[in-house]
């Protein structure tokens, strides 16, 4: 599973936990969907994923380089991970 990939099953993951009745579960995620409007997470879910991909990524995006407040989708999330990520695996230079 690849770093984007872990993202999105954590993030799918702690959905589903705040997802209640079972009728509500979410199978997928679209990078569009809005974490707080649509999928009903609030701060301190907010909160516990940035730590559950600190401990599984060992990266903290929202340390330095992005402010959490700018995150309002899924995408906006897979993107904040994306040039912390992509250095430490040898990619180089972001453009």
């Known amino acids: ?47 516990r994923l940035v730590a559950v991909l600190e401990l599984e990524l060992d990266t903290d995006p929202f340390s330095d380089e992005v402010p959490i407040t700018s995150v309002r989708t899924v995408g906006d999330l897979l993107e904040a991970y994306d040039p912390v990520v992509l250095p430490r695996l040898g990619a180089g230079e972001l453009s």
């Open 1 to 47: 599973m690849n770093r984007r990939e872990t993202v999105k099953a954590v993030l799918l993951e702690i959905v589903n936990e705040v997802a209640e009745p079972v009728e509500n579960r979410v199978e997928e995620l679209d990078e569009d969907h809005l974490l707080v409007d649509q999928l009903g997470l609030t701060s301190l879910h907010l909160a």
